[in-house]
């Protein structure tokens, strides 16, 4: 069963978080996590396990910032290609039977003019680097996530449909402010789902930046404004700081999970977790769901 096929028949369950586990595991601020790939894979690959045996039908390849542009601007010398690579590998051996690997991008680590330094074009061409080494690799699906302004969206997706023909799932990341929620650059949930359906994608939604709870109201705007399954990841809530000024995320396995029934309820397809959530998470969400 491919993976449209089955979230028409079951709907998916997405991983949790990458880069909060790896904190806890003593990576670096200014340490790329995709260096990991190639320096600590048997933690990634052990991320990676934990994941699928808790229940998710996808894990998510440890290369998020593994783009051209935000790998120079870590200051990240090894080959782009080797990092993408590793990244699909060390999932892939973990992936069992009717189970899956997404390659994600994310972060260019700059904003697009006239905001920043890097044009439209510039981000097309370096998605489609990153992408084309993903696909050679074998991902079953395209992960767009974490996205704050709809063009670097529409750039990614751009880039995706010009090396595969595969599903490119897209997320962005919004704000609820006093009229609704929009992204910080002002884009409504039903303006960018349109978009970004429009331009390819193959199911849109959002993660980051909100809690579950939150994003109840959220999943429920952008279900009634698409026609393609919808995809939704929260926060386990707001950071907070501890007074050892450790940060935390306040939502527990059972709030979170219950949350996400929930946000099943209104009809969206494919659920996980992002900043904050671990395996135990997702072995919660399958309980409850």
């Known amino acids: 069963m491919n993976i449209l096929e089955k979230v028409q028949k079951d709907g998916l369950i997405f991983d949790g978080a990458m880069g909060s586990i790896l904190i806890s595991k003593g990576i670096k601020g200014a340490e790329a ?7 600590r894979p048997d933690i990634i690959r052990d991320i990676h396990r934990s994941y699928y045996d808790a229940g998710s039908d996808v894990a998510s390849a440890n290369t998020y910032g593994a783009s051209s542009i935000k790998l120079k601007k870590m200051g990240v010398t090894q080959s782009v290609e080797d990092l993408n690579r590793a990244g699909v590998k060390i999932a892939r051996q973990v992936c069992g039977p009717g189970q899956y690997v997404a390659g994600e991008l994310g972060s260019l680590g700059d904003m697009l003019s006239p905001m ?3 044009s439209f074009d510039e981000a097309v061409d370096c998605f489609a680097q990153q992408a084309g ?10 992960l767009i ?14 880039a995706v449909r010009s090396v595969s023909d595969k599903p490119a799932f897209c997320s962005l990341t919004f704000k609820k402010m006093v009229k609704g929620f929009f992204t910080i650059f002002g884009s409504s949930p039903r303006d960018s789902m349109k978009l970004l359906a429009d331009a390819g994608a193959s199911a849109v939604g959002a993660n980051c930046t909100i809690g579950s709870n939150t994003m109840i109201d ?3 705007e952008i279900k009634k404004n698409t026609d393609v399954p919808v995809i939704i990841q929260p926060n386990a809530g707001l ?6 000024n450790a940060v935390f995320y306040p939502e527990d396995e059972t ?6 029934k929930a946000i099943k309820k209104i009809g969206v397809e494919i659920v996980g977790g992002c900043c904050g959530t671990t395996p135990e998470y997702i072995k919660k969400i399958k309980e409850i769901i």
């Open 218 to 220: 959220l999943a429920f």
């Open 33 to 39: 996590p995709e260096l990991w790939n190639l320096t």
């Open 145 to 158: 996530e974490t996205i704050f302004d709809i063009n670097i969206a529409l750039a990614a997706i751009k």
């Open 255 to 260: 709030f979170f999970a219950c949350n996400i």
């Open 116 to 118: 920043g330094p890097v």
């Open 133 to 142: 080494f993903l696909e050679d690799e074998g991902v079953d699906v395209f």
């Open 239 to 244: 950071p907070k700081v501890a007074d050892n």
